[in-house]
């Protein structure tokens, strides 16, 4: 019998899976902190194609404030149709889908309260939105030799 056709029923989500995503999540974050605070983020190229991602963001979303990302701004339904559209034109990248976490303030470190669960080509639209228009410069300033680390409180 083909594994597809049984009852859903069957299928539990495995813990240990949403475990492994939730820590590759936070080292991205960690990761990318850490860059900020260590490179000028307006120099920082976070993919090879920043200039299309920032482009076709800017076009798509000419109004967003990327300082202070509002979570329901960002997921309601109009904003979901257009970030579709968005994405679609980036399904060639890889990883562009990947879970990744956002600050929501770009002039706070991660924390629960300031991460916006969004995918991997959103994140990279609003942080080379971010990094080119002056959003991250205050990181660097704001948080110098000081690494995020989540093992650290």
């Given amino acids: 019998m083909d594994v597809l056709s049984r009852p859903a029923e069957e299928f539990v989500n495995d813990g240990t899976v949403e475990e492994l995503w939730a820590v590759k999540a936070v080292d991205h974050a960690e990761v990318h902190f850490n860059l900020l605070c260590s490179v000028d983020p307006r120099l920082l190229r976070l993919t090879p194609y920043d200039d299309e991602i920032y482009e ?13 990302v509002n979570e329901n701004e960002l997921k309601n339904t109009d904003a979901k149709s257009k970030w579709r559209a968005y994405v679609e034109k980036f399904n060639r990248l890889e990883d562009f889908s990947y879970g990744t976490l956002l600050r929501a303030d770009a002039e706070e470190e991660f924390r629960p309260e300031n991460a916006i669960l969004v995918v991997r080509i959103q994140f990279w639209a609003i942080e080379v939105a971010r990094n080119r228009e002056g959003h991250n410069d205050i ?8 690494n995020f680390n989540r093992d650290v409180e």
């Fill in 139 to 146: 990181v660097r300033m704001k948080f110098r030799g000081r």
């Fill in 56 to 68: 076709q963001f800017r076009r798509m979303f000419p109004d967003m404030d990327v300082r202070v």
